[in-house]
């Protein structure tokens, strides 16, 4: 069964960089697309982006400027960078695996604050 | 595009259908997935490309597609229904959800 685990800084300051991993167990990270979805308190879901193991990124328009999204196969994990954050960007932030637009494995989601 | 449209919140007593519709231009072109969230839970996968369900999904939801709408099913609804269920839809460039459904069982 694919599990996977987000990790990282709870907090994060005003202007700074959020950085989160995400670690998947139970099988290959290997073929397939790797998305970051979050949710702020109370609101619906919004896509990040995307990863494919080989590298390739897709990244919602209208936070391509602050995202970089990285793979590393030899540990099962990928990874997401969110620079220059707001308030705004307060939120749960999920990983899930996509499989032809299917997101059949999430992890349980990490609540990123950001505050001073 | 994945402007998808939703309604905010639909109500129905035990044993009732519960139909969850999602409208977007682009649904003609693209399959639909739908999304179960309970509170403090992450989304659950529920239907996939329009009206396939997931193996461990009951079977009282189904999906469908009419042009630009698709639309989830559940029958026979049951109190643990009640949740937020989000539509999706995806194509090459990415993916995108529609605003949120609240299922409320009476």
């Known amino acids: 069964q694919v599990q996977l685990q987000e990790s990282g800084p709870g907090l994060v300051k005003p202007s700074e960089t959020l950085s989160l991993t995400c670690t998947v167990s139970?099988?290959?990270?290997?073929?397939?697309?790797w998305s970051w979805i979050r949710q702020p308190a109370g609101k619906g879901l919004e896509w990040i982006g995307r990863?494919?193991?080989?590298?390739?990124?897709n990244y919602n328009p209208s936070l391509k400027s602050r995202v970089t999204m990285s793979v590393d196969t030899s540990k099962n994990q990928f990874s997401l960078k969110l620079s220059s954050v707001t308030a705004a960007d307060t939120a749960v932030y999920y990983c899930?695996?996509?499989?032809?637009?299917?997101?059949?494995?999430w992890g349980q989601g990490t609540l990123v604050t950001v505050s001073s | 595009s994945y402007e998808l449209t939703q309604p905010p919140s639909v109500s129905v007593s035990p044993g009732q259908t519960a139909r969850i519709t999602c409208s977007g231009d682009?649904?003609?072109?693209?399959?639909a997935y739908w999304y179960q969230q309970k509170p403090g839970q992450a989304p659950v996968l529920v239907i996939y490309?329009?009206?396939e369900r997931p193996s461990g999904i009951p079977e009282r939801f189904s999906g469908s597609s009419s042009g630009t709408t698709v639309t989830l099913t559940i029958s026979g609804v049951q109190a643990e229904d009640e949740a937020d269920y989000y539509c999706?839809?995806?194509?090459?460039?990415?993916?995108?959800f529609g605003g949120g459904t609240k299922l409320t069982v009476l």
């Open positions: 999706q839809s995806a194509d090459s460039s990415g993916t995108g």
């Open positions: 899930a695996r996509d499989s032809s637009g299917s997101l059949g494995y």
């Open positions: 490309k329009d009206s």
């Open positions: 990863i494919y193991t080989s590298g390739s990124t």
């Open positions: 682009a649904l003609p072109k693209q399959y």
């Open positions: 139970g099988g290959s990270i290997s073929s397939y697309y």
